[in-house]
């Protein structure tokens, strides 16, 4: 309970209705509120690139818009009901336990303490047959830098602390980092090669790798997406070479591979924009994320110039401008699509 300091009037707190309220005045005072749990059984590269005849196609789907104690369960019963339980004891004794309860217990504890409920966006947790990612609106603050994260940079972050000490009490969450240990923990005991991606931007994107695609989804899957998961984009030093997953690549190379790429997703530009197009793409690879001033300057374009392979690389969704320096980086596309181009290569 609050006192309204304008009113005077005592009510209830957002944080109390979002945790115990019942449905109806969740659905009165919060219309917008509800989590979206997808599972999809296809793999997450093949899902970005469209690889599908519908990309909006899934093979199982709940809406939830119950408060906060029980979306936390129903999202917890579809883990367990589409991730594989594999064969653990507990550190020094004879018990079972189960890994999915020690890592996605934190994972969706974040998804749903970790959140901006002024915005109307849906919280997605989406399960694919290789990997787990969940997307959720956030706001900037100082304590956690925009852009691509590690695991390392959440552990002294709380956005709304009501509702996660609601969750730490009940045991779903924990304080001062051992939520994010915990995952860095288990996670490795889930899945050897296990890769955990964070993006803090205009929404925070939480994502896992929990299985080897080749041999666990089926072979039409696998073959259409050229058994290429999805990667991270790789920083770097800026200099003569690339440095990608450990091997250093010339920057002929590099080029080669943006030509191919802009070649595939832009049409009606000439050879010499395109290998421009490509130099652009290499010089945000190399980096991670750049502004439209510092690329221009980097690359020694013009005004017109930037604008228009800027304009025309985040039509064909190879770009992706965010965060509140409105740097552009790689879309997930153009990054699953690299690593296939490395692949193959």
């Keep these: 309970m609050a006192k309204d300091p304008v009113t005077g009037k005592i009510g209830v707190k957002v944080a109390a209705l979002l945790l115990f309220g019942k449905d109806e005045s969740i659905a009165s005072f ?70 999915r309860a020690n890592i996605f217990r934190e994972i969706i504890a974040n998804l749903c303490v970790h959140r901006e409920y002024a915005s109307n966006e849906v919280g997605l947790f989406e399960i ?27 552990e002294n972050y709380t956005k709304n602390p009501l509702l996660f000490k609601v969750f730490r009490e009940l045991g779903w969450g924990e304080e001062l980092g051992s939520g994010s240990r915990n995952i860095k923990k288990f996670a490795p005991l889930y899945y050897n090669n296990s890769v955990i991606e964070i993006l803090n931007n205009e929404r925070f994107v939480f994502s ?92 020694e374009l013009t005004e017109e110039q930037i604008k228009i392979d800027l304009r025309e690389l985040s039509r064909a969704k190879l770009l992706e401008q965010r965060g509140k320096d409105k740097k552009y980086m ?15 290569m």
């Excluded at 900037?140 to 925009?146: D, E, I, M, N, Q």
């Excluded at 790689?330 to 193959?344: D, H, R």
């Design 208 to 299: 896992m790798t929990y299985r080897d695609v080749v041999g666990d989804v089926q072979a039409s899957d696998v073959n259409r997406c050229e058994n290429a998961p999805a990667r991270s984009v790789k920083s770097c030093e800026v200099g003569s070479t690339v440095d990608h997953n450990n091997v250093n690549v010339d920057k002929l190379t590099s080029i080669s591979i943006a030509t191919a790429l802009v070649s595939e997703f832009v049409s009606g530009v000439s050879d010499k924009i395109a290998l421009r197009m490509a130099e652009e793409i290499v010089a945000i690879y190399v980096v991670g994320q750049l502004t439209k001033k510092e690329l221009k300057e980097q690359l």
């Design 330 to 344: 790689l879309s997930e596309m153009a990054q699953i699509k690299i690593s296939s181009f490395w692949t193959n």
């Design 30 to 99: 919060i219309p917008a509120y509800r989590f979206e749990a997808i599972y999809r059984n296809k793999t997450y590269g093949c899902f970005v690139l469209n690889e599908v005849t519908d990309s909006t196609r899934y093979d199982d789907r709940i809406t939830i818009r119950t408060n906060l104690i029980k979306a936390y369960g129903l999202l917890m019963d579809f883990v367990y009901k589409y991730l594989p339980e594999k064969f653990y004891l507990q550190d020094g004794s004879t018990q079972r336990g189960d890994l």
């Design 128 to 154: 694919f047959a290789d990997k787990v990612r969940t997307c959720n609106a956030t706001k900037f603050t100082s304590s956690l830098r925009t852009g691509s994260i590690s695991i390392d940079e959440l």
